[in-house]
């Protein structure tokens, strides 16, 4: 196949993108023959596909089961949580996350990385998401991440359905430190999963602070671990919004750590304007984590919905750009450089976060992973949330869409 009048981000004029065998060979102003299979990009936007970083697969679809999340506080969430995974099935798990993954399909998705709990004796979701991985792996890659929602030491035989799900196949071990009893077992909690990730040569993706506390540090806690370990890029940490809180002599100190250890940080920005600020009056804090200061000092961000119709937050079209768009208004990242970069937020830093990028990126010899944008170039996409016209994976069209057409009188 070739690709014809393509624009490339950070490249002048029109492309063509030879792709044979599912990889691309090459990327030039003009690529000689080649005349059967052309695709005409028409001078639209062509990027790697979108990254979904951190989604809640087990939970989608369940807003409203048995009752809806009124106080639109996290800790709300985690108890209606609790009620509705005593029904599940892994017919019910596996419906609502492929109901799921055909949305983020629709939306240029093509790499996941779920949460999926393990603070249940049974592992029910654990082993329907195991199924569902390999069922849609034709269109999506899925990493699955062992998270005890409800604790590893404040859960009854936490610590050991941890090492069970990494023992079933998950990719990632999770925590959850802010929720546990003490603070003291969410530092225990935080190292726990750090070593059992180490001894089963896993990533770690810890839910890090996901509170309005501004004593809620476990952040220091994952990175310093990283840190003497030399993970690196193979730790995340999520949320991480009582960032948002802390003071700014210790976040300076912080950021320091944070480049040093060089882990990811995920921002969920409408899962977490949703949740945090709830025990605010007024004035109410904003309850993101400070994706602006952390990209200026040059730590990996990645942004993530999270939720789709669950306890903690009821709507979610998984659209990657209507997230960055709540991001770049929150974190007030609207100067016009900021904008262009911003869409590495949703793209390659999501990539990095989930270490795929090896087969990420519109280079020769890598998959032929694409979308094109109904967009001129990142600021056009970002300002219209512009859709997605064409997904390509490993050379195969998997989503072509026509835009609405709309027809109305022109003002003079
Ligand atoms: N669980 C959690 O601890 N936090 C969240 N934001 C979601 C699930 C969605
Ligand atoms: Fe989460």
């Not at 062509?46 to 087990?58: S, T, W």
């Not at 948002?244 to 882990?263: D, E, V």
């Not at 859709?387 to 009188?409: E, N, W």
């Amino acid at each position: 196949m070739l690709i014809k009048n393509a624009k490339l981000r950070g490249k002048q004029g029109l492309w063509q993108i030879l792709i044979q065998n599912g990889s691309f060979v090459e990327i030039a102003e003009q690529i000689a023959g080649n005349e059967e299979d052309v695709l005409d990009a028409g001078g639209k936007l062509v990027i790697p596909p979108y990254v979904e970083p951190h989604i809640h697969l087990d939970c989608v679809f369940t807003a409203g089961e048995p009752r809806w999340n009124e106080s639109g506080t996290l800790f709300e969430g985690i108890e209606l949580w609790a009620e509705r995974k005593k029904m599940i099935t892994i017919d019910d798990v596996k419906k609502r996350a492929k109901k799921a993954i055909q949305l983020q399909i629709s939306q240029g998705i093509q790499f996941v990385r779920s949460h999926v709990d393990t603070t249940d004796p049974e592992l029910t979701a654990l082993k329907a998401l195991l199924e569902v991985k390999k069922e849609v792996q034709e269109f999506v890659d899925l990493q699955l991440v062992a998270f005890p929602q409800e604790g590893i030491l404040s859960f009854p035989r936490g610590s050991e359905l941890l090492e069970q799900a990494v023992k079933l196949g998950a990719d990632v071990v999770g925590a959850i430190p802010h929720y546990e009893f003490t603070r003291e077992y969410g530092v225990e909690s935080v190292k726990i999963a750090v070593a059992l990730a180490e001894k089963y040569g896993k990533l770690v993706d810890i839910h890090c602070d996901e509170i309005d506390d501004p004593s809620s540090r476990f952040l220091e806690t994952v990175a310093a671990e990283a840190q003497r370990l030399g993970l690196k890029e193979r730790v995340s940490a999520s949320h991480t919004t009582a960032m948002h809180s802390y003071n700014n002599p210790y976040a300076h100190k912080l950021f320091r750590l944070l480049q040093l250890a060089a882990i990811n940080i995920i921002s969920c920005p409408t899962e977490n304007i949703h949740l945090q600020g709830r025990f605010d009056t007024f004035p109410k804090r904003r309850g993101m984590t400070r994706v602006k200061e952390l990209v200026q000092s040059n730590i990996n961000v990645a942004i993530a919905q999270d939720s789709i119709m669950d306890p903690w937050y009821p709507l979610g079209t998984n659209h990657p750009l209507r997230e960055l768009d709540m991001c770049i208004h929150v974190c007030q990242m609207m100067g016009y450089g900021e904008i262009i970069r911003s869409l590495d937020l949703v793209t390659e830093n999501g990539a990095k976060a989930l270490r795929v990028e090896h087969e990420y990126g519109i280079e020769p010899g890598k998959p032929a992973n694409l979308l094109i944008l109904d967009a001129e170039d990142e600021f056009d996409a970002i300002r219209n949330l512009s859709c997605v016209l064409y997904s390509i994976r490993k050379g195969k069209v998997i989503l072509k869409r026509i835009p609405a057409q709309t027809d109305m009188q022109r003002i003079s």
